[in-house]
């Protein structure tokens, strides 16, 4: 069978062979039996679980690279009136030890009645969006990682 050994981070490679295309939650692994989008099986058998995101690449042991996509899940984006508010928001999502995506205007989780209820009482605008969901790593994640809206032109696949 053919071995997923290492990762490329987004922006260190240029072509891919073909994408896989997962969920956040799917996207935090060690060990799998995997299928890339378009039928190549492989394992994927890393040193240490790894958070696999938007961009990256798994580089197989026959040196073609598989280009991780995320793929879209129902999200909330939420939005302050300002800056400070959005900050206020944040530290609520965070004091609920939430998986949350920030960016300078918004800030994207998984959607939750209950926490949507919370936020809309805090005076959070918040829209229902479905798109690929890269929260931030915990304190002690190795390899950071960039916001961009826009997907690089080094990630292009064939």
Known sequence: MILGTSVKRAGE??????????????RHRRRMAMVSDEG??????????TLLRDGDA???????LIAVRAKPEEL??????DARHLLALAWQIG???????LFDDCILI????VIREMLS????TITEVEAGFDPEGG?????????AHEPSAETAIR
Do not use: C, M, S
Not at 95 to 101: D, F, I, M, V
Not at 110 to 113: I, M
Not at 121 to 124: E, S
């Open 13 to 26: 490679w240029t072509y891919a062979a073909d994408t896989i295309t997962l969920d956040e939650t799917a």
């Open 40 to 49: 190549i099986a492989f394992l994927l058998d890393l040193p240490e679980a």
């Open 58 to 64: 798994i580089r197989l042991d026959d040196g073609r």
């Open 76 to 81: 909330y984006e939420i939005r302050g009136k």
């Open 95 to 101: 004091n609920r030890h939430l998986p949350a995506q």
């Open 110 to 113: 998984r959607r939750d009645p």
């Open 121 to 124: 009482g805090l005076g959070a």
């Open 139 to 147: 304190a002690y994640e190795v390899h950071g990682h960039d916001h």
